[in-house]
């Protein structure tokens, strides 16, 4: 489950219109990716459960860093003798400047695989939530399928790296549907009914703590978790869908919150591009916080006036 021969037998089937495509497979397996389609689905058309979907992949984010840390274990790509080639366009060869912290997310450890784990989830998440068919399960495994394959093609996961991100994709969703109740949680996005909101709140909090605790090395996905439990809180209170019934008014919501996500994430590359290695855990953890706390909180202060006069 980690020998590098698999590895090493995939690329040698490579070609550069496999590699472009597998690529491309990958860029999509980001968290930001599926949070950009979580949001999409919130504000574009008006789908509550999506809000729940948010949740959910950060719970996954949080978990995965967790695994991660605790597992430590090298990527294929980092072998001394170089029999396993980084394709990735993000790949980088690990160097040697903190071998127990690597400062860069896409040179973390391998072990589980991120962008399986987060594909896992949200694919998951999204037919649980929205109540998917046997063929959308069929296409959502097949997505889950080639994500797996894409990472390891690409040298950047071992076969068990892969393994390990389904489980973990699989223990956010059990967690977030069986002790968050996620379900409950787009229904009842109500002021007279905050419970739901409050919950997701106290287990970030917990997780974004022990992390701080811990001195988890990459705290970012524990930093998002908290942003996301912080913007669903606002929206207990401003609800922002009973004025955007229109599709201008939707375009509105979404625009707002994807320039306020914009500005949040730049705020946070600053100032993490300034930070002091010494509390690199702990500032990544706030900076983390701002991206999707303003994705959900900057629509929910919008002015109504300006939404309602679209609609």
């Known amino acids: 489950m980690f020998d590098i021969d698999p590895i090493v037998w995939l690329q040698s089937w490579a070609s550069s219109p496999l590699t472009a495509t597998m690529n491309g497979v990958s860029l999509l397996g980001y968290t930001r990716a599926y949070i950009a389609i979580a949001a999409l689905l919130v504000f574009a058309f008006r789908l509550r ?44 060869e690990f160097r040697e400047r903190d071998a127990d912290t690597p400062t860069e997310a896409e040179d973390s450890y391998g072990f589980p695989s991120g962008h399986v784990s987060a594909t896992t989830a949200f694919v998951v998440g999204l037919a649980v939530l929205f109540k998917w068919k046997r063929r959308g399960w069929l296409l959502g495994m097949a997505w889950i399928g080639t994500m797996a394959f894409s990472r390891m093609y690409l040298g950047r996961h071992f ?134 706390a303003a994705l959900l909180i900057v629509p929910a202060y919008l002015p109504r006036r300006i939404v309602q006069a679209f609609a």
């Open 49 to 92: 459960p999506a809000i729940a979907l948010l949740v959910l992949i950060g719970l996954c984010g949080a978990f995965t860093d967790i695994a991660k840390a605790a597992a430590a274990t090298p990527r294929p790509d980092w072998s001394a003798d170089g029999a396993v080639k980084s394709l990735s366009l993000y790949g980088r």
């Open 159 to 292: 076969p068990g790296d892969v393994l390990g991100g389904v489980a973990v994709g699989l223990v956010a969703v059990v967690v977030g549907f069986a002790a968050l109740q996620l379900t409950h949680l787009a229904g009842e996005l109500r002021a007279h009914h905050p419970w739901p909101a409050h919950r997701v709140m106290t287990v970030a909090s917990v997780l974004a703590g022990g992390a701080l605790l811990v001195g988890l090395p990459d705290a970012g996905d524990a930093g998002r978790l908290l942003g996301t439990a912080i913007g669903v809180l606002v929206l207990v209170h401003h609800d922002v869908f009973e004025s955007a019934t229109s599709r201008s008014a939707r375009g509105i919501l979404l625009l707002s919150s994807a320039a306020g996500f914009g500005v949040a994430w730049w705020v946070m590359s600053l100032v993490l591009r300034h930070a002091d290695p010494s509390s690199a855990s702990a500032l990544r953890l706030a900076a983390s916080v701002l991206p999707n």
